[in-house]
């Protein structure tokens, strides 16, 4: 497969407490990943590894390697800004800033520099239009970001990662703080992104990665149990520890 | 877009820079006001300075042991009536008020805390002192300091104080209630404990308002540099000795006035070190101001 | 304690209580409302609109005093809204928890408790005198900085930490260096409540006599320059009551600075509110 992310013998650890050991996979291309396991298990601070985001957190430790498209983020002239631009976030709570519609989606491309190339309407709008928000907003860009319902505020936020044109989405728990309908719309605009994206995502919803992703990876107590196919690891499951997770032996 | 870069790194130290203002200035003023001050202990010595009873510069004698009394004795007796005062309206506000009235009091006593302090010193000097006047001496007292100051750290005491009991967890109250204690049983020995901290720290912002409080205390004190020897007598604060006098002092009078504010300063550290020693003993440490 | 027993304490408690909260509203409203009496019906146009004339009658009005006010506050905001929002921002989204940090706290929460006279005589000695500054608003403005920066430090640190973290963490995973953090996101969420302190101060300089009667010099002019001296409002006020018999005329200025206060205190309540209604809505 073509992996668009890689990790290699990742181990991580919060001060002396290991939260991730020996993990290595392959993140496939346009591709969208799920990650699944029991609270405490290490899949956010496995996703915020990707885009750097635990450097943000003193008294971390890293070890082994993190590739994108071969080249290690974690090297020594790596600029950390880059690595973000290329590969975006989206969190579990929607957390669009206190500004306008127009002005949360532009936000990236203007810290980045983007603006001096690029018209910024032309991209806020081409990210809303990615994230099925366009026709929702277009009449009322002015109105504050916070004003829109959960639903809408996290497809903003996606808009929003969007407009620094990623290559990667990742994706903590999207949907765990939204309703139903809202989380069936977001799911539909996953399948739609992977054409152009590639996407991870971390849920607690056995049934959402099921639903949506194309890979799937098991995590228990920081350690990669299982890694394969969705299809393959949810209908004949190689670990015993995948098995009892999946049948809800344990949860 | 190096530039950002550039941005980044230099905005950290620039708002270092501003960051440590603060603690420049406080040693400029330190630094300042010990050299201003020093001809001044020089020339009368540090123990004929505080406990010389006698301020009379036209005679050369610089003792501020009068003016020490008359700062603590008019900051106690306005705390002696303030903090009950002021921890019962306080509970009034906070707990036993319907909300009418607290929509009406609360700003005002909001209003109360942003009032100058020459207009209270006005109020003293054209309403307290003539009144005073009735019972005994000129009017210019200390009895008419104290109210003065009384109304002065009031409003403090009571929106802090107020602030504080309201934010005492409701989880104390219910369980209270629900043991069968009366209301103001709650009151007095669950939700008051729990304020503590908050209520001394008000009262310790009044005690710093009143101690340095200068110009009301110039106007109904009466300024005599005399150790107070009855309510109705005349004194002087070690902050309205100095406002008082520092526009036409020179030379080494000067430099005693520099050195009262030397005094006052330390009188407030030593308060201010005395109440976070209490808050710690009481379990909690909060931030004097 | 037996029921019986402990009702009639309560009974006895609240009577206090209410006692005590007579005594208060009584004399709140006999403060204000005596200034107001008295002062109200001298308030008139050709009050604020001539110079004080002096003489122990007091004659004239307090423009002056108005001009002179009104250059010192601006003067003063001006240099100490960077300064304070500057240290807030240090404290808040940079100081490692080390000795230099508490070094700063310390310097800080000390100022804080320094009375206005100390400021005046620090002003003094330095401004006025060591800097050749004079009486002047120069030497006001300066020393009221120092009197002030505390309280904005505090109020705009208080607002910018009531920002939620998650708006830190979404800024940078989009690309956004810290600075850029703090400058497009962090502080325009935390303007309102930075405003409020700025009103606040501002509110506190308009009071402020001890420190200013020292480094003013409290000349009746019309200032000319920022190294003119001046009066301010409750400098003049000082000045009517005890320099002069014109107790009506004090009253006068006594009124104006209370409306001045009821009106800052308006607005700040107003602003204040809209900050809890904006973070309100954030995640």
Known sequence: ?251 | MKSRYLIDRSSKVLVLVCASASFVILLAIAIFTLKEALPAFRQVGLLHFLFGTEWSPRNNEFGILPMIVGSIVVTAGALIIAVPLGIACAILLAEVAPVRVRQFLRPAVELLVGIPSVVYGLVGMVLVVPLIRHIGGSGYSVAAGVIVLTGMVLPTIISISEDSIRAVPKSYKEGALALGATHWQTIWRVLVPAARSGIIASIVLAVGRAIGEAMAMIMVLGNAPVIPTSILGPARTLAGSIAAEVNYAGGVHQSALFATAVVLFLMIMIINSVALIVLRRGGRVQSIC | MSRVSARSAQKLAMVCIWGAGVITVFTVLSIIGYVLVRGLPHISWSLLTTLPKGGLSGEGGISSSIVTTFYLIAFTMVILVPLGIGAAIYLAEYAPDNKLTRLIRYGVETLAGVPSIVFGLFGFALFVTALHFRFSILAGALTLVCLLLPTLIRTSEEALRTVPRSHREAALALGATKWQTIWRVILPAAIPGIVTGGILCMGRAVGETACLYVTMGGSAAMPTSLLSGGRTLSMSLFYLATDTNAIEKAMAVGVVLIITIIVINAITNWFSQRFRARMAGGA
């Not at chain 1, 181990?11 to 392959?26: I, W």
């Not at chain 1, 690029?118 to 099925?132: F, G, N, P, Q, T």
């Open chain 1, 1 to 251: 497969m073509d992996a668009k992310m890689e990790t290699r013998q990742l181990g991580f650890y919060y001060g002396k407490r290991q939260a991730l050991r020996n993990v290595s996979l392959k993140v496939p291309d346009n591709q969208i990943t799920a990650f699944i396991g029991p609270s405490g298990c290490g899949k956010s601070t496995f996703l915020r590894i990707l885009n750097r985001m635990n450097d943000t957190i003193p008294g971390v430790r890293l070890e082994g390697e993190v590739l994108l498209d071969g080249q290690n983020i974690y090297g020594p002239c790596v600029d950390v800004v880059e690595v973000r631009k290329r590969v975006g976030m989206v969190f579990q709570q929607p957390n669009p800033f206190p500004k306008s519609i127009f002005d949360n989606v532009a936000f990236g491309p203007r810290v980045l520099g983007m603006d001096r190339n690029v018209s910024l309407s032309d991209v806020v709008e081409k990210s809303l239009r990615a994230a099925a928000l366009w026709d929702e907003v277009k009449d009322v860009m002015g109105k504050s970001g916070l004003a829109l319902s959960g639903g809408q505020q996290q497809r903003l936020c996606i808009a929003r990662a969007l407009a620094t044109e990623p290559e990667v989405l990742l994706m903590d728990e999207p949907c765990s703080a939204l309703d139903p309908q809202s989380t069936l719309r977001i799911e539909e605009l996953m399948d739609e992104l992977k054409e152009r994206y590639t996407i991870v995502i971390v849920t607690h919803n056995l049934q959402q990665a099921g639903r949506v992703s194309d890979w799937t990876g098991f995590l228990l107590l920081g350690e990669l149990v299982e890694y394969g196919k969705t299809s393959e690891l949810f209908s004949r499951p190689r670990d015993k520890r995948t098995e009892d997770y999946i049948t809800g032996r344990f949860g």
